[in-house]
C-alpha cells in the first residue's frame, strides 16, 4: 500500500492545480498601458521613479529617490491627474494613490521595478517608495 494511502489522489490533485496556477501567473501579460521592455531613454537615472505631465513620456519631468517615504505630489504641483505618464527605475514597486498622503483605502496603482506607463490609470496625488 502506498504510503500515502488514501490521499496520495488529493495530493497529485492540488500539486497539478498548484502548478497550472503557478503557470497562468508566469505567463498573464502586464496590464493594458504597461510595458517591461526596454526602459525608454526619457529617465537616464537608475533607482528613481519619473514622472511626465505629458502623454508616452513626453513634457515636463518630475523625479523621485528615496526609500520607505510618501511624497505628496499636491505640495510639488504634481496632484490632480499631472503626471500622465512615468518610468520606474527602480528595483522596488512604486504606488501611485489618488488620495494625499499615500492613504490606504483610496484608489491607487502599482508601477514595478523596471517598468514604464502610458498613460497612467488614476490621477495620482501622492506616491509611495518602497
Given at each position: 500500500?502506498?504510503?500515502?494511502?488514501?490521499?496520495?489522489?488529493?495530493?497529485?490533485?492540488?500539486?497539478?492545480?498548484?502548478?497550472?496556477?503557478?503557470?497562468?501567473?508566469?505567463t498573464?501579460?502586464?496590464?493594458?498601458?504597461?510595458s517591461?521592455?526596454?526602459?525608454?531613454?526619457?529617465?537616464?537615472?537608475?533607482?528613481?521613479?519619473?514622472?511626465?505631465?505629458?502623454?508616452?513620456?513626453?513634457?515636463?519631468?518630475?523625479?523621485?529617490?528615496?526609500?520607505?517615504?510618501?511624497?505628496?505630489?499636491?505640495?510639488?504641483g504634481?496632484?490632480?491627474?499631472?503626471?500622465?505618464?512615468?518610468?520606474?527605475?527602480?528595483?522596488?514597486?512604486?504606488?501611485?494613490?489618488?488620495?494625499?498622503?499615500?492613504a490606504?483605502?483610496?484608489?491607487?496603482?502599482?508601477?514595478?521595478?523596471?517598468?514604464f506607463?502610458?498613460?497612467?490609470?488614476?490621477?495620482?496625488?501622492?506616491v509611495q517608495?518602497?
Amino acid at each position: 500500500m502506498n504510503r500515502l494511502g488514501n490521499h496520495s489522489k488529493w495530493i497529485k490533485a492540488a500539486l497539478s492545480s498548484f502548478a497550472l496556477t503557478a503557470l497562468a501567473f508566469a505567463t498573464t501579460p502586464p496590464p493594458a498601458g504597461a510595458s517591461t521592455a526596454a526602459l525608454p531613454t526619457q529617465c537616464p537615472f537608475t533607482q528613481t521613479i519619473c514622472l511626465y505631465d505629458g502623454p508616452g513620456f513626453t513634457g515636463a519631468r518630475f523625479t523621485l529617490t528615496g526609500s520607505n517615504t510618501c511624497v505628496d505630489l499636491v505640495s510639488h504641483g504634481w496632484g490632480g491627474g499631472r503626471a500622465k505618464s512615468a518610468i520606474n527605475t527602480r528595483s522596488t514597486v512604486v504606488v501611485l494613490w489618488a488620495s494625499t498622503g499615500c492613504a490606504s483605502g483610496g484608489p491607487f496603482q502599482y508601477i514595478f521595478p523596471n517598468e514604464f506607463r502610458s498613460p497612467l490609470g488614476l490621477s495620482a496625488n501622492s506616491v509611495q517608495l518602497q
